[in-house]
Every structure is written in structure tokens, then in C-alpha cells.
């Protein structure tokens, strides 16, 4: 089961954090039903906590400008 998952839609990321017992692709199904995340996402799943801060910048002040990173995985601002 991820701890959570990262979103790269075409405007920008988002993350979606699982709470016990959830089921990932039901949680999936639901949010782009609802368009809370663009059907055309892709996205990585991480397994703690400590790995999606591994992979997210620090500082969420430009959080607008987040983007899945050029090459490997996690996110980077756009410049």
C-alpha cells in the first residue's frame, strides 16, 4: 500500500495521501470521476513519508510552479 501518490497533470502536481485501508485505484477512479485530477495525469506512487520528501521541494512557496522533473523521478520548479 503507498503512502501516497504524486499527480502530474499537464498544469502541475498534486498529491494524494492514502489513509489506511484505501485502496489506490478506487481512490484513482473516484478522483478523476470527479475531476479532481485531470484524466491525462500520470503519476508515481511512494511508500513513505520520508520518500515523498525526498522527491517534493522543500520549500512549497512556488508550489504553482512544480512539474514532474526532465529526467528521473520526483518534482522541480519550473525556471
Not at 500500500?1 to 489506511?20: C, H, L, N, S
Not at 485502496?23 to 477512479?29: I, L, M, Q
Amino acid at each position: 500500500m503507498p503512502y501516497a501518490r504524486i499527480w502530474y497533470e499537464p498544469g502541475g502536481v498534486k498529491i494524494t495521501y492514502f489513509v489506511d485501508g484505501a485502496e489506490p485505484g478506487a481512490v484513482a477512479a473516484i478522483l478523476h470521476k470527479d475531476g479532481h485530477v485531470d484524466k491525462a495525469a500520470t503519476f508515481e506512487d511512494v511508500e513513505t513519508e520520508g520518500e515523498l520528501r525526498a522527491l517534493i521541494p522543500a520549500d512549497r512557496s512556488e508550489r504553482d510552479k512544480w512539474q514532474k522533473k526532465a529526467s528521473g523521478r520526483g518534482v522541480e520548479v519550473k525556471r
